[in-house]
């Protein structure tokens, strides 16, 4: 089955700018949910979505945003960039967000803040 | 609000010995699962094993085994015979049942840098 799929890559732009990166789920899994990964902070929970709903939401600033389509794709939005978002952000599937069965992460998108 | 503990930065072993990685975690809920991710230079998020607390009997998948003690809050990885591609970041993660992880999510420790050693 193809796995999750991220994309871009890799990104990089300036204070002020905003961004949008884009996740494609597992076939079948409706739920997505966003991390953000720094060497300082380590892996921190962003939000969930689930049937085109936030479902959860960790301690971000209002800044940082989502939304998931009808068909489970999900973007994630950042605005007003800063230096300190520079980061990987990984987008994560499941079956639903009460799943225990753990979640398939994709390869990421590293964002460089300039 | 959950926390979880991994004491150990950076781990390096012989390939083909056994090796255990430590995590610890503080909650005051009864139900929630348990996990260990591999996170190779690649950076893609693997999952290695997970554990239900409601389940007594250690999860074994493979070369791979946990220590649960759910008193002590503690979850430790074992990785028998260790190969060369065993070599990665190991993040150990805690999620509560029921409700997705609510506005915690995943929770995940720090990590563990593991070098496998030819």
């Known amino acids: 089955k193809a796995g999750v799929t991220q994309t871009p890559r890799y990104l990089i732009k300036t204070r002020g700018q905003q961004v949008t990166l884009s996740c494609s789920p597992i076939?079948?899994?409706?739920?997505v949910s966003w991390y953000q990964q720094t060497p300082g902070q380590g892996l921190q929970f962003l939000f969930e979505?689930?049937?085109?709903?936030?479902?959860n939401k960790g301690n971000f600033p209002g800044r940082f945003s989502g939304r998931q389509f009808s068909n489970s794709r999900s973007e994630m939005n950042v605005s007003t960039l800063e230096l300190g978002d520079s980061a990987l952000y990984l987008c994560?599937?499941?079956?639903?967000?009460?799943?225990?069965?753990?979640?398939?992460f994709g390869a990421g998108t590293r964002l460089s803040v300039l | 609000a959950q926390t979880v503990t991994q004491s150990q930065p950076e781990m390096s072993v012989q390939e083909a010995e056994t090796v255990t990685l430590s995590c610890t975690y503080d909650?005051?809920?009864?139900?929630?699962?348990l996990f260990w991710y591999k996170q190779p230079p690649s950076r893609q998020m693997i999952l290695v094993i997970r554990?239900?607390?409601?389940?007594?009997q250690n999860a074994t998948e493979n070369r791979f085994s946990v220590n649960f003690q759910k008193a002590a809050k503690s979850f430790s990885l074992k990785i028998s015979d260790s190969q060369l591609g065993d070599t990665a970041m190991y993040f150990c993660?805690?999620?509560?049942?029921?409700?997705?992880?609510?506005?915690?999510?995943?929770?995940f420790g720090k990590g563990t840098h593991l070098i496998i050693q030819p």
């Open positions: 994560a599937s499941s079956l639903a967000p009460t799943y225990g069965g753990g979640r398939d």
């Open positions: 076939s079948g899994h409706r739920s």
């Open positions: 979505y689930f049937s085109e709903t936030q479902r």
């Open positions: 909650t005051s809920e009864n139900n929630y699962y």
């Open positions: 554990q239900e607390a409601y389940k007594q």
């Open positions: 993660a805690f999620m509560k049942h029921g409700t997705g992880g609510g506005a915690d999510g995943l929770t």
